[in-house]
């Protein structure tokens, strides 16, 4: 091992006779022309030497160090070179590494410490200097030489140059050895605790006290100062309170009264506690001290909260939400949140349907809305499986259900995903696990209660509440209603929910192609002139071959992603949900025929809720299912959707009872005025044939007669309409809307 200036290494024991004692030494000089090694031994030794002079050391002093101090070291070794070969060669020789203390790389607050820096450094260049510490140590044969010229150049004394030179020995020629460290004497922000015949309270004296020694007559504090037990009592005791704790006078009453209250009596059957004498108990300034500096300010945060908040939103983040995704495609995040605005409905602009839900599903890595969809159900799973139809689906087909022309904002367009990331109640849903399996999916899911580790999906229907507050009539913000004192007014609505769609479009066409993402861009994609945006970092990931994409048959979209109900075969088209569409015209094929002579068939079909412009029932010859439309002479327009159709049956259903009374008053008036008319024509015809004389005139000729007066009365039918069949009501939303569906398909016209 080659020795170097300043370097360590230690010295194990050697055999019996050896010539240098073990321990750790460092290298000050190499000197391989003189074959010498001068070197500091850094132990100290066994036993101080005798002082030859002075006056003898007292074994105890008036005050007592609390700390002994260091010994010096820094006596320079003139060690042989062949013998530390030698020693090195019997592997009795190891080099050392010291770690040096962090602090001493941070700069230095205090600007008397930092003085201090500098006088060290200036009073040590000449053995900071290793040329200078070289000639002075080959010239004299020692440190006289540096220690006077330190001397003469800072002014200090010898003592002081030979504490720096031992620092120096101990820590490493440097000047980082130099760094000031009075957080080691015991300066500010150590424990001090006062104690019987020892360390007195510390702070200003009171009134009493001060009086009380100007009299020469000093008296003891009535309050004692903090004890090392106090400590340790308050602090387990103030463990005990569970989180969140209360306020620090209350913590203090509760530590007190649980550390502290230590003697009982007994008082009839009760048994008291025995009042606390003045002075046996820390005040709650002393409390309100050890609580403040022997807990962080971080661990005061979360005292002050429960766990889950303190892990939602005050915990520091662990990582980034597209953590571990490999590209897009590969996870997206599903999540619903209820509208804040009224809708009117459809049917009737009148009625207000109240406020919608609306699930968004985001691609992770890319953070792009890939799909969302409104419905006035939910959530579950059911109108999550409609959601991911909106996202895979034809733009083209979505546009023609909603009425809208859409626009295409990511490139290539999104098909299933491998991992779907929802909500825990919809992840362990059997529905969910047959419906990923049949479409070859993965799901996950976030803990309960932890919404911020869904990461985007939360912050994407913020920026979709804000966006549309208070822009649209009927928006409303409870976040802000509070401290804007906003009314919220329901009649203000104005949006249908295929419009109230069309705006969500609008509103996430526009941050899939214009939210800023340069937070995003590496290096690399800077080079590649990616452009930072959500639909810029999908059709990024793509064209690199980091996309994930997978070819999904629309009828298998169709088979386990839309909901399923009964309809009928009728000889004038399919009823689905009590309205006519259209059938479908194939060779061989003639549904309408056959249901006129053989009787009404029934059959599935899939449907949108969204839509009724539109059902897909199973093809009986071919695969896949046939699309067919509404029929023009249906009751319900392309628009509404198939809850506004129920809710416009249901409303229709309720109402008949009323229709029904006012029906059968109709009839009652009308037989009573008709039975009227009949007895009085029986009164006059029997009258006027008993004043009849004479031979009556032929039919004929009295027809001709009646003509030629010009009385022909006007005959008026009229036909009421018939009551429709009753609709069960269910608890279930989709039972509900199978049930309204197949009573209006029994519904005659």
Not at 31 to 48: I, S, T, Y
Not at 219 to 243: F, N, S, Y
Not at 267 to 287: D, I, T
Not at 313 to 341: C, E, F, M, Q
Request: with cysteine.
């Amino acid at each position: 091992m080659e020795l170097m200036h300043n370097q360590l290494f230690k010295l194990l024991e050697p055999e019996h006779g050896a010539v240098y004692a073990a321990g750790l030494y460092r290298v000050i000089l190499n000197e391989p022309g003189m074959g010498k090694v001068v070197a500091v031994h850094l132990d100290p030794p066994e036993r101080q030497p005798e002082r030859k002079c002075g006056r003898r050391r007292l074994e105890r002093t008036l005050r007592a160090r609390k700390k002994t101090a260091m010994p010096l070291v820094g006596a320079l070794i003139w060690m042989d070179a062949e013998e530390l070969k030698r020693l090195d060669a019997a592997n009795l020789l190891m080099s050392i590494e010291l770690d040096r203390d962090p602090v001493c790389f941070s700069p230095l607050q205090n600007a008397h410490r930092q003085r201090e820096y500098e006088r060290r450094i200036a009073a040590m260049a000449g053995f900071l200097d290793f040329k200078r510490l070289e000639e002075g140590i080959l010239v004299h044969q020692g440190l006289g030489g540096l220690v006077k010229e330190a001397m003469s150049a800072a002014g200090v004394s010898r003592t002081y140059v030979y504490k720096q030179w031992s620092t120096l020995a101990r820590l490493g020629i440097s000047e980082l050895s130099l760094y000031p460290r009075q957080d080691l004497s015991g300066g500010p922000g150590q424990r001090r605790f006062c104690g019987p015949g020892g360390r007195k309270k510390p702070g200003p004296k009171t009134i009493e006290e001060r009086i009380a020694k100007a009299f020469g007559k000093p008296i003891d504090p009535p309050q004692p100062g903090m004890t090392e037990e106090w400590q340790d009592r308050m602090l387990a005791a103030d463990r005990k309170i569970q989180a969140p704790t209360l306020s620090l006078r209350a913590r203090y009453e509760q530590v007190i009264k649980t550390a502290f209250v230590l003697k009982y009596k007994q008082v009839g059957r009760e048994v008291v506690p025995v009042e606390l004498k003045e002075g046996a108990y820390p005040n709650f300034a002393q409390f309100k001290w050890l609580i403040t500096t022997r807990k962080s300010a971080l661990e005061c945060i979360q005292e002050r909260t429960t766990k889950g908040h303190f892990d939602r939103a005050l915990r520091g983040l662990t990582g980034k939400s597209w953590k571990g995704v490999p590209g897009p495609g590969h996870t997206w995040a599903i999540d619903s949140t209820v509208g804040d605005i009224y809708l009117r409905s459809s049917v009737n602009r009148a009625w207000i349907i109240g406020r919608p839900i609306v699930y968004i599903i985001v691609d992770v890595w890319s953070t792009a809305i890939v799909g969302f969809y409104v419905c006035l159900s939910g959530p579950s799973w059911a109108t999550a499986k409609i959601s991911l139809f909106n996202a895979i689906a034809d733009p083209q087909t979505m546009g023609a259900l909603w009425g809208y022309q859409p626009l295409i904002s990511l490139d290539p367009h999104p098909t299933l995903c491998y991992c779907l990331l929802c909500d825990r109640g919809e992840y362990l849903s059997l529905a969910a696990r047959q419906t990923l399996l049949k479409l070859e999916g993965c799901g996950s899911y976030a803990p309960p209660y932890r919404p911020d580790l869904k990461g985007l999906v939360e912050v994407l229907h913020r920026i979709m509440k804000d966006q549309q507050f208070p822009f649209i009539p009927g928006a409303i913000d409870f976040r802000r209603a509070e401290y804007e004192l906003r009314r919220v007014r329901m009649e203000d609505s104005a949006y249908t929910l295929p419009e109230y769609v069309q705006h969500l479009h609008e509103i996430f066409w526009r941050y899939n192609l214009t939210a800023d993402r340069n937070h995003r861009l590496d290096v690399h994609m800077i080079g590649e002139g990616v452009y930072p945006s959500p639909a810029g970092l999908w059709r990024y990931g793509h064209q690199i071959g980091l996309g994930f994409s997978r070819s999904t048959p629309t009828a298998d979209l169709i088979q386990h992603l839309l909901p399923e109900t009964g309809g009928r075969i009728k000889k004038d088209g399919v009823y689905v949900g009590g309205q006519c569409y259209e059938a479908p015209q194939l060779p061989g094929l003639d549904w309408t025929a056959k249901a006129r002579n053989l009787g009404y068939q029934d059959v599935t079909a899939r449907y949108y809720p969204g839509s009724i412009s539109r059902v897909w029932t199973p093809h009986p010859v071919g695969k896949g299912f046939l699309e067919l439309k509404i029929s023009d002479q249906a009751r319900a327009s392309s628009e509404l959707t198939f809850d506004e159709v129920a809710d416009a049956f249901a409303y229709q259903k309720l109402s008949s009872n009323r229709q029904e009374h006012v029906r059968l008053i109709a009839r009652l008036e009308s037989m009573l005025r008709e039975g009227w008319i009949r007895r009085n024509a029986m009164d006059a015809t029997a009258e006027a044939i008993s004043r009849a004389k004479g031979a009556a005139p032929s039919a004929t000729l009295a027809r001709e007669i009646e003509k030629s007066l010009g009385g022909l009365a006007s005959e008026a039918d009229s036909a009421p309409a018939s009551a429709s069949a009753s609709a069960s009501d269910e608890e279930e939303y989709f039972e509900i809307m199978n049930d309204i569906m197949a009573a209006a398909n029994n519904h005659d016209d």
